[in-house]
C-alpha cells in the first residue's frame, strides 16, 4: 500500500494516530473505572459511603502521567510543524493567485496554469497570494491548506509521492462563486513534465503577445460564473451574447441595450455600471487585472460564442 499521496502525509497521519489513540485508550480506560465504580460500589452492596483521605501513589501518577502525556503530544506535533515549514533548498517554486473565482499558478520560467502541474518525487514551494478578498488554498489529498491573503505572500511546501489528478478547493468563504473555485493538481513523471514545462514557456510567451480568448476565459476565472452553453450559472450565460439586445439595470433604472464591444468592454472595467437584469451585481471589476491585449482576445472570444443555428 502506497502511503500517503505526498511525503507529509505520513508525517500528518502518524500524529493524528498518536493522539486519536492515546484519546482512544483514556475513553476506554475511564468509561471502564467509571462502570466498574458503579457496579461494586452501588447502594445495596455499599450502603454507607467512606470518606477516604488522600493517596499519594495514587496523587502523583494521576498528575505525572497527563503531564507527560501532554508534553508528549506537544513534542510530536512540534516536530511535524517544524517538518512542515522547512522548505527542502532544491524546491520547485509556483507562485499561486487566488481571485473570485478562480486559481492562476506561474512558474519560475514564465509558464502559465489554472491547473497545477508538478513532477513526481521533486520537492514543490506554493508562494500563495490573492489578488482581491481571502481565499484558502486546500489539496485534501496532501495534507496542505494555506490561506491567500491579499497583499500576502503565505508558503507550503510537499513533495508529490504518487502521479494522478486531486482536486484542489477552496476552503475559505469568499462569495457566490466559493463553491465553483476548483481545480485540479495533475502529478506527472519527471519526463512528461519537464515535455509540458518547456511547451507551457513557449506558450506563455506567445501569448503575452497575443493571448488566446478561450484559454484566459477559463483561467481567469470567467467560466466559474458564465456559461457559453446557454445555462444560467452566477452570471447570465455567454452564449451568442455578441450583438444581442440585453436588459440592463442602470443604477435602478431598466434599459435595452445592445451588447457591442463597447458595452462588453465596459462590463469588464467597470462591471457594475450596467448590470443585467436578473443578475446580483458581484462581478470584480477586471481593470488592472486584465491587459488590454487580454480584453481585446476575449472579446473576439465572445463574438466566437455564435448560438446554435444562427
Ligand atoms: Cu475562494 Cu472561497
Known sequence: MVHGWTNLSSSVDSIFLLIVGI??????????????????Y????????????????????????PTLL??????????????????????????????MWSWHFTYENGATSGVLILPVNK???????????????????????????????????????????????????CGMGHSAMVTKVEVMPERDFAAW???????????????????????KGCSACHSIDGSP?????????????????????ERQITADEAYLRKSLIDP???????FPPIMPPQKGILTDAEIDALIEYLETLREHGH
Open 70 to 99: 501532554v508534553l508528549e503530544i506537544f513534542w510530536v506535533g512540534w516536530k511535524g510543524f517544524v517538518f512542515l515549514r522547512t522548505v527542502p533548498k532544491d524546491a520547485m517554486l509556483v507562485k499561486v493567485t487566488a481571485r
Open 233 to 253: 450559472k452566477v452570471g447570465p450565460t455567454l452564449q451568442g451574447v455578441f450583438g444581442h439586445r440585453v436588459t440592463v439595470l442602470t443604477g435602478s433604472k
Open 42 to 65: 452501588r447502594r445495596s452492596k455499599h450502603p454507607r459511603a467512606e470518606n477516604i483521605e488522600g493517596n499519594l501513589v495514587l496523587e502523583i501518577v494521576w498528575t505525572l502521567l
Open 197 to 219: 514545462y518547456s511547451t507551457a514557456q513557449g506558450q506563455a510567451i506567445a501569448e503575452a503577445a497575443r493571448p488566446d480568448g478561450a484559454k484566459l476565459f477559463a483561467e
Open 123 to 173: 520537492p514543490v514551494k506554493l508562494l500563495i497570494t490573492s489578488s482581491d478578498v481571502l481565499h484558502s488554498l486546500s489539496i485534501p489529498a496532501f495534507h496542505v491548506k494555506e490561506d491567500a491573503v491579499p497583499g500576502r505572500e503565505n508558503y507550503l511546501w510537499f513533495q508529490p509521492a504518487v502521479t494522478g489528478s486531486y482536486d484542489i478547493f477552496c476552503t475559505e468563504y
Open 272 to 278: 457594475s455600471a450596467d448590470v443585467v437584469k436578473g
Open 23 to 40: 484519546s482512544v485508550v483514556l475513553l476506554i480506560g475511564v468509561t471502564g473505572t467509571m462502570v466498574y465504580f458503579a457496579v461494586h
